[in-house]
């Protein structure tokens, strides 16, 4: 009876790895945005001049949109881990997001005097991680529809 008792507490739990990943891939990503959204100045004001001539090209694509897109995509991991890292409570992904973002824009626009808070950004963010909640919501239903068959 020890033997088996001893067997299940050293056993691990289903996807207790992947959590485990899942929450050492979300400190590594919210030690780069930090960086990102708090370093001094603008980030993407160094790459200013490539991405004007990278979206040359592009008539519609300005500044202000390249700098929209890249805040959505900054945001989308953060969706997708506490996605990974919530299951249970998925309702929270966007709340949480916004809530970050809002704190993000608030130190931005009251400690940071070169850095600009605006509304777009907690839009585009909020959008970000909407989209990487809905990403793992629909790899989610696909792996529940391909193990009903």
């Not at 993407?44 to 300005?62: E, V």
């Amino acid at each position: 009876m020890s033997d088996s008792l001893s067997e299940n507490t050293t056993r691990a739990v289903p996807g207790q790895p992947r959590l485990r990943r899942a929450l050492f891939w979300m400190i590594a990503y919210a030690i780069v945005v930090a960086v990102v959204v708090f370093w001094p100045e603008p980030f993407l004001a160094a790459l200013d001049p490539w991405i004007r001539k990278a979206t040359a090209g592009f008539p519609g694509l300005t500044l202000v949109r390249v700098e929209f897109i890249a805040n959505v995509a900054m945001f989308i991991p953060l969706g997708l881990f506490l996605a990974m890292l919530l299951p249970r409570h998925r309702h929270l992904v966007v709340p949480i997001g916004f809530l970050s973002t809002c704190l993000i824009e608030t130190v931005q626009g009251l400690f940071l005097s070169d850095r600009s808070a605006t509304v777009a950004d907690v839009i585009a963010n909020t959008a970000g991680a909407c989209v990487g909640l809905l990403a793992i919501e629909v790899v989610d239903a696909l792996r529940r529809r391909s193990s009903r068959r």
